[in-house]
């Protein structure tokens, strides 16, 4: 995810990438360019999942057809409802990632754990402990640090929009992974993810119908380059998340996840030299590091469960 959403921002904005190119800013970081961006990312996205799938479970398309009988219909439902939040989150991330700077917006969306873990203690009973409180509201309190002040790069509407979009796709993801857990337990995550992808392709192309940027004044070549290299970095993390989620669960999995806020922040300075000042820096460590403390708390847990 680190790599696919600095692509998405120099999309949005203009950059000096690793000091050598000037590249970027080929769309406005508005809501019908997310929708565009997401429809090129998937369209090729897609495609390359169900070619991959028979491969990577050969039984994946005797799972998806029976997706369609009466007896597993929840599933499906369960599975096209991933999709559509996926395509909720998406939009929402890549509309922050063009208004903020990247390692802000991420830190912001990477407090899903929080969420994740209300949202499991309500639908699974797993009640968080004082411990877990505790590190939530750090998690949280690290997250209002790496908020911007408004500057001549920054106005505070952007900053506004930026942060209430990254919000919204962590709550909306929070809800993805819950959901996902429990679609999981009667589903591979090959076929699983393939139908995201697809509800959320299929999503973004009705929507360019009603939201249709200006194609006239659009540079298609970067476009789509960007979009091949977002679109195989974001097919390899999904899959890879959603067997953990299968494995270990939705907390655990989006608690180990979340060490991408502190990656995302160095690659965004390395690659575009984005900087951040020091609190901005100080609120990435502490999420970082909270995220730490409630992974370190559901391994240990886990362990005396096992012993």
Same mark, same amino acid.
């Given at each position: 995810?680190?790599?696919?959403?600095?692509?998405?921002?120099?999309?949005?904005?203009?950059?000096? $990438?690793?000091?050598?190119? /000037?590249?970027?800013?080929?769309?406005?970081?508005?809501?019908?360019?997310?929708?565009?961006? %997401?429809?090129?990312? %998937?369209?090729?996205?897609?495609?390359?999942?169900?070619?991959? +799938?028979?491969?990577?479970?050969?039984?994946?398309?005797?799972?998806?057809?029976?997706?369609?009988?009466?007896?597993?219909?929840?599933?499906?439902?369960?599975?096209?409802?991933?999709? !559509?939040?996926?395509?909720?989150?998406?939009?929402?991330?890549? #509309?922050?990632?063009? /208004?903020?700077? *990247?390692?802000?917006?991420? *830190?912001?969306?990477?407090?899903?754990?929080?969420?994740?873990?209300?949202?499991?203690?309500?639908?699974?009973?797993?009640?968080? =402990?004082?411990?877990?409180? /505790?590190? %939530?509201?750090? #998690?949280?309190?690290?997250?209002?640090?790496?908020?911007?002040?408004?500057?001549?790069?920054? +106005? +505070?509407? +952007?900053?506004?929009?930026? &942060?209430?979009?990254?919000?919204?796709?962590?709550?909306?993801?929070?809800?993805?992974?819950? @959901?996902?857990?429990?679609?999981?337990?009667?589903?591979?995550? $090959?076929?699983?993810?393939?139908?995201?992808?697809?509800? =959320?392709?299929?999503?973004?192309?009705?929507?360019?119908?009603?939201?249709?940027?200006?194609?006239?004044?659009?540079?298609?070549?970067?476009?789509?380059?960007?979009?091949?290299?977002?679109?195989?970095?974001?097919?390899?993390?999904?899959?890879?998340?959603?067997?953990? @989620?299968? %494995?270990?669960?939705? =907390?655990?999995?989006?608690?180990?996840?979340?060490?991408?806020?502190?990656? *995302?922040?160095? !690659?965004?300075?390395? *690659? &575009?030299?984005?900087?951040?000042?020091?609190?901005?820096?100080?609120?990435?460590?502490? $999420?970082?590091?909270?995220?730490?403390?409630?992974?370190?708390?559901?391994?240990?847990?886990?362990?005396?469960?096992?012993?």
């Amino acid at each position: 995810m680190t790599f696919h959403n600095v692509t998405v921002r120099v999309l949005f904005s203009e950059h000096l $990438v690793l000091g050598l190119f /000037l590249l970027g800013g080929y769309v406005e970081p508005n809501l019908e360019n997310s929708f565009l961006l %997401m429809f090129m990312r %998937m369209l090729l996205v897609v495609p390359l999942m169900a070619a991959l +799938s028979f491969k990577l479970y050969p039984s994946a398309l005797k799972e998806f057809q029976g997706l369609f009988t009466q007896k597993r219909s929840y599933v499906l439902l369960q599975a096209l409802g991933c999709g !559509v939040l996926m395509f909720v989150y998406v939009a929402s991330l890549y #509309i922050a990632i063009g /208004l903020i700077p *990247t390692g802000i917006a991420l *830190t912001l969306f990477f407090t899903y754990p929080v969420f994740t873990a209300l949202l499991a203690w309500k639908f699974f009973g797993d009640r968080p =402990t004082r411990f877990r409180w /505790l590190v %939530m509201g750090i #998690i949280l309190v690290g997250g209002a640090l790496t908020i911007p002040q408004s500057s001549a790069s920054y +106005s +505070s509407h +952007s900053i506004a929009i930026g &942060i209430f979009a990254s919000l919204i796709a962590g709550i909306v993801y929070a809800f993805y992974n819950v @959901i996902a857990q429990k679609c999981l337990e009667n589903f591979h995550p $090959v076929p699983f993810t393939w139908i995201s992808f697809a509800s =959320t392709l299929l999503l973004s192309g009705v929507s360019l119908l009603f939201f249709s940027p200006k194609s006239a004044q659009l540079d298609w070549t970067p476009l789509w380059i960007g979009s091949i290299f977002s679109g195989l970095v974001s097919f390899i993390g999904h899959t890879l998340n959603n067997l953990g @989620i299968r %494995m270990i669960g939705a =907390t655990t999995a989006s608690i180990i996840g979340s060490s991408s806020p502190a990656m *995302t922040a160095l !690659v965004a300075w390395v *690659t &575009i030299s984005e900087t951040l000042n020091l609190i901005q820096n100080l609120g990435i460590g502490i $999420v970082t590091f909270g995220i730490a403390l409630l992974s370190g708390e559901s391994l240990i847990k886990s362990l005396k469960i096992r012993g």
